[in-house]
């Protein structure tokens, strides 16, 4: 147990990392390594996605809370964009966490694959979208929620990779939409982990120290070192070649999306 949290404290300190440097959550490093990691422990194929999920979901409650609270002090945060952002998000995550419910872990994997490729791909060309021509209306705001909600529950991220790039349409300031994207993680983490314990409770596959389908000793390893170390990433954007360390990042991002890609469908 002392290996395996030294671990999960190492993983917690490399999210952390990543999510300073590139301002994206630590969802996108932690859910393919965990997965690899409860692979390792022998954990049933038949839950160990679903765990991987839900696990960093569960890690992004504790992280988002400070980052919110940060931005808020900054006054970046727009709390009346956020509300009907919300509204949606809650709603999108239960859906979510449901919809990964009914999909095989190999058919999960396939789809996290598809979607950290597709990130890489962001990354390395630096593909922003231009600012729409007029702004988003409240009923959008719910309606696209809904479905970031949705998405961010079934890949286990804060949907920052989501959430930005759509504000940034909706023609809000690139500094506020990263501050409300912030913000809007803690409601897809919650709900989606609290989602994630409800459908997972009792499974007969799940180990040990398990709440649901979260697995509380990586919790609380990457918990305890994620939000310290983002402090350090944070740093270090701002003295190493970011461009750079993008392009490398996303290609670790397209190895993951290849290997799930390639070990199920092969």
């Known amino acids: 147990m002392l290996v395996t949290i030294l671990t999960y404290l190492v993983l917690g300190a490399a999210a952390g990392v990543v999510a300073g440097l590139f301002g994206i959550g630590g969802g996108l490093l932690i859910v393919p390594v965990l997965i690899f990691c409860f692979e390792l422990q022998g954990m049933s194929s038949e839950v160990l996605t679903h765990a991987a999920v839900a696990t960093s979901l569960a890690t992004i ?102 959430t930005v790039p759509y504000l940034t349409w909706g023609r809000v300031q690139m500094q506020q939409a990263v501050a409300t994207s912030a913000a809007c993680g803690l409601p897809i983490a919650v709900m989606g982990a609290l989602t994630n314990i409800w459908e997972g409770w009792g499974h007969a596959d799940m180990p040990e120290w398990s709440a649901g389908y979260i697995y509380l000793p990586a919790f609380l390893g990457i918990v305890l070192t994620s939000t310290l170390f983002a402090k350090v990433g944070a740093k270090l954007a701002h003295s190493l070649p970011g461009p750079v360390l993008k392009r490398i990042f996303a290609v670790f991002l397209l190895c993951v999306g290849l290997r799930f890609l390639l070990t199920n469908l092969l």
């Open 61 to 162: 409650v504790a992280t988002s809370v400070s980052s919110t609270l940060a931005h808020h002090r900054k006054g970046a945060v727009r709390w009346d964009i956020f509300k009907p952002l919300a509204l949606g998000i809650l709603v999108g995550a239960v859906l979510g966490v449901k919809t990964a419910g009914q999909m095989k872990g190999e058919w999960l994997q396939i789809a996290i694959g598809c979607f950290a490729i597709a990130v890489a791909f962001q990354m390395s060309l630096n593909l922003k979208p231009s600012a729409g021509e007029k702004e988003v209306s409240k009923g959008s705001f719910v309606i696209s929620g809904g479905l970031i909600g949705w998405l961010s529950s079934i890949f286990g991220i804060g949907g920052g990779t989501l």
